[in-house]
C-alpha cells in the first residue's frame, strides 16, 4: 500500500525521520521517489529480495471499500487483498527464515461493527458481526502467524482518514463545486475520523516504539 493516500504521507514521513523505505509495486516505475520490489498478488508473486533481517514491514495494502457496490465478489476481493497480501508477506519474509523486527498492519474501527451506541470501545472488547467486523477481523488474523514466529506485531485500528486532497473530504466537497448542499443523513448519525497527519504519527511511534504490540484504537 506504498503509493496509497496513507502510503505516501507515511513514506515521506519516515523518509524525513532517516528511515529508508521501500515499496512493494506491481509495476516499478523508473524515476520512482522510493525504491520498489515487485510482488504480484493475484499470481502469489513476491520478490524475496524486498527483505532483510531487522526490517520492519508496514501493511497498507487492501482494495478501496468505498470504490464500488459491495456484491459478493467484490466482498470476497475487500477481505482477499488484505489477507492474502499479508500471507504473501509471510512466506516471503518469515517463512524464508527473515528474522523481521516488527509487522504493523492497518485496521479499521469497524472492527467493533457499525452499530450506533454510546459505549466507547476499547482494545479488548469483541468484534462486532456484520461483515466490515469480519472484514477487519480476519485482516487482523492474518498477522498473527507473525506474532506466532515471534515478530512484535501491531495492529493500528482506523477510522476514516481525512486529507486536503484524495481523501473522502474530496467526495463530500464534489457537490459543493457543483452549487449542490447534500444533507447526510439526519446529521446526528457518528462520523469517526482521523487527520492524516496524525495517523502517519501514529505508526511513526509504532514503528520507533518497541514496547508496542497488539491492536491500538
Avoid at 496509497?4 to 523508473?30: A, F, N
Avoid at 520498489?36 to 478501496?64: M, Q
Avoid at 469480519?134 to 515471534?150: K, M, Q, S, V, Y
Wanted: hydrophobic share 40%.
Amino acid at each position: 500500500g506504498g503509493t496509497g493516500l496513507v502510503g505516501m504521507h507515511l513514506s515521506d514521513l519516515l523518509e524525513k525521520e532517516k528511515y529508508d523505505v521501500i515499496h512493494l509495486s506491481r509495476s516499478i516505475k523508473p524515476g520512482s521517489k522510493f525504491k520498489s520490489y515487485r510482488w504480484e498478488p493475484e499470481s502469489g508473486y513476491c520478490d524475496k529480495d524486498a527483505f532483510k533481517d531487522g526490517d520492519t514491514v508496514i501493511h497498507l495494502a487492501g482494495a478501496n471499500i468505498g470504490e464500488k457496490r459491495w456484491n459478493a465478489r467484490r466482498k470476497r476481493v475487500i477481505i482477499s487483498s488484505r489477507t492474502e497480501t499479508a500471507r504473501l508477506i509471510y512466506d516471503a519474509s518469515v517463512a524464508s527464515g527473515i528474522r523481521l523486527d516488527a509487522f504493523i498492519t492497518a485496521s479499521g474501527k469497524d472492527f467493533y461493527g457499525s452499530d450506533i451506541s454510546e459505549k466507547i470501545f476499547g482494545e479488548t472488547d469483541p468484534p462486532g458481526t456484520d461483515f466490515m467486523a469480519e472484514t477487519c477481523r480476519l485482516w487482523e488474523a492474518a498477522a498473527d502467524p507473525f506474532e506466532a514466529a515471534g515478530v512484535r506485531v501491531v495492529k493500528i485500528r482506523t477510522a476514516l482518514v481525512l486529507a486536503p486532497v484524495g481523501s473522502a473530504i474530496s467526495k463530500l466537497r464534489a457537490p459543493a463545486r457543483a452549487g449542490l448542499i447534500i444533507r447526510l443523513g439526519t446529521g446526528r448519525q457518528y462520523f469517526p475520523w482521523i487527520h492524516i497527519d496524525d495517523l502517519c504519527n501514529v505508526y511513526l511511534k509504532a514503528v520507533s516504539d518497541s514496547t508496542m504490540s497488539g491492536p491500538f484504537n
